[in-house]
């Protein structure tokens, strides 16, 4: 029935399609409407015959030709028998297949043109577990310890209640621990504590015998092990993890040093944080823990994005769940971004943070361009003729000297960061006490003067006063609202004439205060709010 529905629907789009053709001087604006329509139209027709379609076709994700079906609902992918349930879920056709990207590896495509907002995937987690360095949390539940006042009565690792003990995620550490008699003696909370560094790579070695299907998902992940050697973590994990386990644990028949290691590297580098982002340091809420979500692990970044996700929890007995949704329209063949790590950093930070912690160069268009799309987001008032910026030489190469815009004067790298880092110890020294008054001294006495008014160190103090005004509620953030509101409103925004690649603020309201909200919004892409 849904076949024949499709091949129904189709020959309705065949003949609006002849007609429209016929009656092109009836009417331009149907004509619109109806490519709009086609444009986004779900059921894909191939320009293929039947066979050498069959001949060509190769399982969305795993790439595997034989023994295949086709969708359907979409009829836009092939599917083994082992993946289809990644394709559908909840009467829905994601729209992607997976790609080889280069100088990327393996990422998400488009398979048609998806809408801004439109539901892209949702993806369960495959394993959860504490961060390799954390502070004590719950192995059951990965809430954070707050005190310590109950313990596992097998392997003495603090638990916050009884149920929490007798959890299934916690069963084969507390097993591993009790069985091999090692003592665990935590007695601070707001320390990281090595004990727990074993515990998720262990949990997802584990996944090869208890759960097949998890482990097929995370074991094709990258764990950038050649790139780890010689690090001074690596040597860290080698003793923390890999002797701990093999000697120890006496595990060195079950699993090799290398097995390990790449365990370490899978997890650190695929896994996400369950804890909600915070502006301060503190206590932490909610999770702390982080999850491996194997389909979504394979979306690549992009400072720019076209996706953003979310990660939900319904409830304690179920793992958490994250959906990714269109920032904008995406184009078929446009390749499915996220942003790993917050993109407020200028380029410099942000791209030193990305290598470190995910092992790649970012070279999005952002992170090609000096003024990174006309936000000016790093630049430096320059020192001599006090009108022009100073911008990197060239943005991708971190040790490229910092040229003014208006004259010859240069500051090298050291010699800049030195100054970017002096100014943002004192941000974090005002945000930590909250002291609105030096903050907001701050800003004034810094912007046009030594950084550009849109410097990411001057859109986090204003975002910082904010949020400090907002909890201590001294005052009206009405304003903040209305400038949010402006920057979402799509009427206030056009082409930039000099510019066809930007699109420029029409407002004429106090555009000096306006521009910090805006270009997070609207340039940056930017979830930290």
Known sequence: KLILLDSLLQEMNDVSLRNGKEMTGRSA?????????????????????????????????????????????????????????????????????????????????????IREGELILTDTASLLGPGIVTNPVCPGCLAPIKQISRRCSRCSLPVCSEKCQENVQHKEECSLLSTNKVRVNIEEVNQPSSTYSFISPY??????????????????????????????????????????????????????????????????????????????????????????????????????????????????????????????????????????????????????????????????????????????????????????YLLPRNPLDELSDWTCSNCDFFLEVPDLERKIDQLEEEVNLLSMRRDIAKLEQFIQDISSTTLHPNHYLLLLAQRNVDYISRKSKKINCGRKNHIWKLAQDRSLWKPDQENPGRRVHTSSADQSQDKLYISISKFLLCDDR
């Open 29 to 113: 604006n149907s004509g619109a409407m109806k490519q709009q329509a086609l444009k986004f139209n779900t059921f894909a027709r191939s320009q293929l015959s039947k066979a050498e379609e069959q001949e060509q076709a190769e399982c969305f994700f795993c790439k595997q030709q034989g023994d295949l079906f086709e969708c359907p609902w979409c009829r836009a992918v092939h599917c083994c028998t082992v993946h289809g349930e990644l394709h559908r879920k909840n009467s829905k056709c994601f729209p992607f297949t997976v790609q080889n990207i280069p100088g990327k590896g393996r990422g998400l495509v488009a398979t048609r043109c």
């Open 203 to 388: 949990r997802l070695l584990r996944l090869k015998g208890t759960n097949k299907e998890a482990w097929d998902m995370v074991a094709r992940l990258n764990d950038h092990l050649q790139e780890r050697v010689g690090l001074v973590e690596f040597d860290c994990f080698q003793k923390d993890i890999v002797e701990f386990l093999r000697r120890r644990c006496f595990l060195s028949k079950q699993y090799t040093e290398e097995e390990i290691h790449r365990a370490v590297g899978i997890f650190m580098i695929n896994s996400v944080s369950l804890e909600p982002r915070r502006l301060f340091a503190g206590p932490p809420r909610g999770l702390s823990g982080k999850g491996i979500f194997g389909l979504f692990a394979l979306i690549n970044h992009s400072c720019v994005s076209n996706c953003r996700f979310t990660i939900e929890t319904q409830n304690e007995n179920e793992k958490p769940t994250v959906k990714v949704l269109a920032r904008r329209e995406i184009e078929e063949g446009e390749e499915i971004t996220v942003q790993y790590y917050s993109s407020l950093l200028g380029t410099h930070k942000r791209r030193r943070r990305l290598k470190s912690e995910w092992y790649f160069s970012c070279e999005c268009t952002r992170c090609q361009d000096r003024t990174e799309l006309g936000t000016m987001v790093s630049a430096v008032v320059c020192e001599v003729c006090e009108d022009g």
